[in-house]
Structures are given as C-alpha cells and as structure tokens.
C-alpha cells in the first residue's frame, strides 16, 4: 500500500505564488518518475511536470519558465513550486508516482487563480 498526500493548495490572485509538497509513504520501492498532473472542470487530466530518479525534468509548454518541480529522494517528496499564475491554472492537482509496483496517485488538492 503506497499513500501520497499533497498540500499546499489554495486561493491565490494572478501574478502570485504557490508550492506544492507530495509526501509518499507506505510500501515505497525504488520511487522512478514523480510528477504532477492537473484536472480542469470539463477537461481531460494533464501532465504538469515530471522529474525523474536522476533529476531530469519534463514540463508542459504551457508552465515553462513559471512552474519548478523538485523531488527529495531522501524524503520521498516531490515539490511544486508555481509562480507567475494565471486563472487558466486552475484546477485540481494530482501527485504521481511510478514504481515498480506500479501508478499510484493522490487525493489531490485545489489551486484556484483569480483574476
């Protein structure tokens, strides 16, 4: 049983800031790939940003130059940093990780921009 809690969500005005933690527990097995993936009312969930176990990033076009992600292989954490956001970020975040063991996602948690 592998459990990822996120935090960090919440209201913010556009130009502002936000972080995002993922903490993974439980039967954690050579964590590979941690991202981050968002789910808009009425749209299909999206990749965010990944990183993988040597640190290397993906990001999608649309938070390139705004959005950092970072993981803690020691703590098992992958962190979202946001800044620069914009009302078309909101949505409800998912923390994502691949292991061995297989996909295993968060609860989620909302991050709303307004204008």
């Known amino acids: 049983q592998v459990q990822l809690v996120e935090s960090g969500g919440g209201l913010v005005q556009a130009g502002g800031s936000l972080r995002l933690s993922c903490a993974a527990s439980g039967s954690i097995v050579s964590l590979n790939v941690m991202g981050w993936y968002r789910q808009a009312p009425g749209k299909q969930r999206e990749l965010v940003a990944r990183?993988?176990?040597?640190?290397?990033?993906i990001y999608a076009d649309s938070v390139k130059g705004r959005f950092t992600i970072s993981r803690d292989n020691a703590k098992n954490t992958v962190n979202l940093q946001m800044n620069s956001l914009e009302p078309e970020d909101t949505a409800v975040y998912y923390c994502?990780?691949?292991?061995?063991?297989?996909?295993?996602w968060g609860q989620g948690t909302q991050v709303t921009v307004s204008s």
């Open positions: 994502n990780v691949w292991m061995v063991t297989g996909n295993y």
């Open positions: 990183i993988g176990s040597g640190g290397i990033t």
